[in-house]
């Protein structure tokens, strides 16, 4: 058991491009969570997948946002057109069958956007 | 509505207890959780207490959960300088079956 792994751990970008985020959860995990972290503050939630449907959204995910999970593995989270503001920590989790209320995080991916 | 409130600092001597308190506002909270997060890294659950608990212990660690007064916390005994990190309470709403509410953290710092 790995853990919850991110990829990468770290992006740089310019305003107007698009990022693409990659989540790969602990093996056997059916559920899969997409937090934010901005500086000073806790995550915010932002959507899950129970295998690979994505069955809850957050106000926060503007239509910039989208986040697949298309086999129940990993899951990806595309923002298009990035903006200043969306300048944070992504961070996703897990969780095991049976154990919803256990959510284990990964080292997230810190987006920077110029 | 759901709100997580925490203390942003917290500094003690090694060796000692530290206490870190939480406050939430949601009545129907079913799970509520200590998380620590250490520079530059993801979140780790520390412990968590099913709301029908009013304390918890894991070694070093004891919980301790008012559900009358929605006060919850998080008691670090001999306190090293290992535990230097930010602690994060948060809370799972029943009716969502994800969503976790999270506060701004609160920074603990060690002292010598």
């Known amino acids: 058991d790995t853990g919850v792994s991110q990829n990468p751990r770290h992006k740089i970008t310019k305003r107007g491009q698009n990022v693409t985020f990659r989540c790969d959860p602990i093996?056997?995990?059916?559920?899969l969570y997409w937090y934010r972290q901005t500086l000073g503050q806790g995550p915010e939630f932002l959507t899950y997948?129970?295998?690979?449907?994505?069955?809850?959204k957050s106000r926060l995910l503007s239509d910039r946002f989208s986040a697949e999970r298309p086999k129940g593995s990993f899951s990806t989270l595309e923002i298009q057109r990035t903006e200043q503001g969306d300048s944070a920590m992504y961070l996703c989790?897990?969780?095991?069958?049976?154990?919803?209320?256990?959510?284990?995080f990964g080292p997230g991916t810190r987006l920077l956007v110029l | 509505g759901e709100d997580v409130e925490q203390s942003l600092f917290l500094s003690v001597r090694e060796g000692d207890s530290s206490v870190i308190n939480c406050t939430y506002t949601?009545?129907?909270?079913?799970?509520l959780y200590w998380y620590k997060q250490e520079p530059g890294a993801g979140l780790q659950l520390l412990t968590y207490?099913?709301?029908?608990?009013d304390m918890k212990q894991d070694q070093r660690l004891t919980v301790l959960l008012n559900k009358k007064d929605k006060h919850l916390s998080l008691r670090i005994a001999d306190t090293q300088t290992g535990d230097s990190a930010i602690y994060f309470c948060?809370?799972?709403?029943?009716?969502?079956?994800?969503?976790?509410?999270f506060g701004s953290g609160t920074r603990l710092s060690i002292r010598p």
């Open positions: 207490i099913f709301s029908n608990m």
């Open positions: 093996s056997e995990h059916n559920r």
């Open positions: 997948f129970q295998n690979e449907a994505q069955l809850e």
């Open positions: 948060a809370e799972k709403v029943r009716g969502s079956a994800s969503k976790i509410i």
């Open positions: 989790a897990s969780s095991p069958v049976g154990k919803t209320e256990t959510q284990y």
């Open positions: 949601d009545s129907s909270s079913t799970y």
